[in-house]
Structures are given as C-alpha cells and as structure tokens.
C-alpha cells in the first residue's frame, strides 16, 4: 500500500474563548504535509486564534493540538523550534538593524553561521532588501518590515510555516517571489496555513482553503469541493466566500450607507 502524506497539524475539538467571546469553537482539522491550506473568515473570525493555538501561543479550553506529531502540550518548545511564524502585526526589535535582527533570530534557532549568513543573504536578494540591511527597522517602510518577518520566519528551514496575512503590503513582484517560494518548499514537504483576505491568492495559492466563521470551520475543501458547498457551480471564491458567510447583501449595505 502506498502511504499518503502524514499530517503536518492536526486538530480535534479545540476551543477557546474570552470572556463571553467564542473566538474558536470546537474545530477539528487535518492539514497535511506539503499543503498550502488557507484560512479565510471575516474579521474576528478566529483566523489569527487558531493560527496561535497551533504554534502554542495561545493555549486551548479545551482539545488537542498535535504538530508535526508532537503533542502540543506535552512538548510546546519541540513544535516552536520546527515552525516558522508571521504573525499579522510583526513585532520586530525597532532599534536593530535589518541584518541585527536576522542574525539574532537565526542564531535563536541554532543556524550555524555559514548557513545563516549564505540563507539569509539569499533572501535579502530575492526581495530586494540588499543594501538596506545595514538600516535600523524603524526606518523601514511598512513592506521591508513585512519582508524581514518573513526572512526570519524561514531562516531555520522550518517545516511548518505559520503565516497570518503575509502578503500584506507586499509589492507585486515580492508577493509572487514569496508565492514560488512557499510552492517550491511545499514541494519539499513544507507545510504552509496561512490566513488572508486576499481572495485571488487563495485561490491562486492553496491546495485547500477553509472558511471560518464566528470560530467555526464552515466549510473545508479544494475550489471544486467549496463551490458544492455552497451550491455555485463555477464561481469564484468570492461568491462562495460572501454565500457561506452570509454576508452575500452587499448592495443593500451600500445602499443603506448612501441614504
Ligand atoms: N487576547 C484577546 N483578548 C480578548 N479577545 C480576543 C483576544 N484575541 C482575540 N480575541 C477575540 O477573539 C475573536 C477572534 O479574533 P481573531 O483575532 O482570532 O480573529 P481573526 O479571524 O484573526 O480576525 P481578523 O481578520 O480581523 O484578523 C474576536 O472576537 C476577538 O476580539
Ligand atoms: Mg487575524
């Protein structure tokens, strides 16, 4: 018998909320190795929540969370050192420089520094950042941020990649380089969840995409698998998106606010 790909993160029931708010409710997910599985909901979705819950930033109420067939709450520090991680507002050390910041992480991760130096030089280049590694990040405009978040997330070849909302203010030419990157790494194994609100690129990008809504996976699936969900032969993910989450009234919306 021939063996499938093994999961990359699996999750059964796992929930989480604060206070009265239900960000993730009872979600079950099987994402595999090698796949690009994008995470799509309105804002206050639980998106960003369940991005956490994986990398054990955020602990669950309730359920198990198994990465890379680690046991999340009995090895959390296994799965950060194999995962990489943009979280949606980068926090990054403002008063290093670029390379400072780069050198440091990769150095959190046990790069040696042949390796490190050689990646992280690679990556400078293929986004453009060369000769402004040397600037302090508090100079950089919204874009080299988000460039240098990445770089750091992939400088320790990680074998997950945890990406909340990565092409944000990216330029088009950076967004495609990081689009051939994370399909070149998936078709090494690399698994990739990331959340966006950018529809093409989901669509574009991933092999499976899921639709949370108020905390709960509404509907999981290839385009094929979504669009017979929703009941929409061939159309766009925006239609299955704006059917699915109910939120399909736009015209009435834009009317009212006119009024
Ligand atoms: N630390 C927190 N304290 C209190 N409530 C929180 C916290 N983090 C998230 N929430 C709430 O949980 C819900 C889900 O938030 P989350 O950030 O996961 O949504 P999201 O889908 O990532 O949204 P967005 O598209 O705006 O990024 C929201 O109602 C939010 O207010
Ligand atoms: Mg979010």
Known sequence: MVRGPGSAVKLMGVAKRYADVVAVDYVD???KEGEIFGLLGPNGSGKSTLLKMILGLVEPDSGSVNVLGINAEENPVAIKAQVGYVPEVPRLYEFLTGIEYLDFTADLYDVSPAEKRERINEYLEALELEGREGDMISAYSLGM????????AFVHKPKLLLLDEPLGGL????????????????????????STHILEIAQAMCDRIAIMYEGRLLAIGNMEELREKARLPGSNLEEIFLTLTGTSDIRGVVEALMK
Do not use: Y
């Open 29 to 31: 997910l099987d994402v």
């Open 145 to 152: 941020k988000q460039k240098t978040a990445l770089i750091s």
């Open 171 to 194: 330029d088009p030419r950076s967004a495609r380089i990081i689009k051939d990157l994370l399909r070149e790494l998936a078709s090494k194994g690399v698994t990739t969840i990331m």
